[in-house]
Nanobody
Framework: QAQLVESGGELVQPGGSLRLSCAAAERAFRVYDMGWFRQAPGKEREFVAAVSWNGDSTNYRDSVKGRFTISRDNAKSTVSLQMNNLKLEDTAIYYC?????????????????WGQGTQVTVSS
């Protein structure tokens, strides 16, 4: 069973950048699709970005396209989310998640394993 630990969340000003990382405890991570989700106060958790197990496919929610980039390093069992030009509405707890390979990557209910989350706050 994959165990996921997120890091990198912090307070940042609008227009700033952050890089979130997710470390998987198990080598099984290498054959899992990986995703990032977020949950803002008072809102439901939503899909942000995902990458297929082999890195060939990525998917992003429309509001982060061109600003966020997801990547993975299977040799290190990590997945990252580079977030640029952050906006106030990006404030949320960000969760890393893993699932067995399948499509679409954005389907939240297909993700079986979840981290505890890391807080990203965008504020001036």
């Amino acid at each position: 069973q994959a165990q996921l630990v997120e890091s990198g969340g912090e307070l940042v000003q609008p227009g700033g950048s952050l890089r979130l990382s997710c470390a998987a405890a198990e080598r099984a991570f290498r054959v899992y699709d990986m995703g990032w989700f977020r949950q803002a106060p008072g809102k439901e958790r939503e899909f942000v970005a995902a990458v297929s197990w082999n890195g060939d496919s990525t998917n992003y929610r429309d509001s982060v396209k061109g600003r966020f980039t997801i990547s993975r390093d299977n040799a290190k069992s990590t997945v990252s989310l580079q977030m640029n030009n952050l906006k106030l509405e990006d404030t949320a707890i960000y969760y890393c998640a893993a699932r067995r390979p399948g499509l679409p990557l954005s389907l939240q209910r297909e993700y079986d394993y979840w981290g505890q989350g890391t807080q990203v706050t965008v504020s001036s």
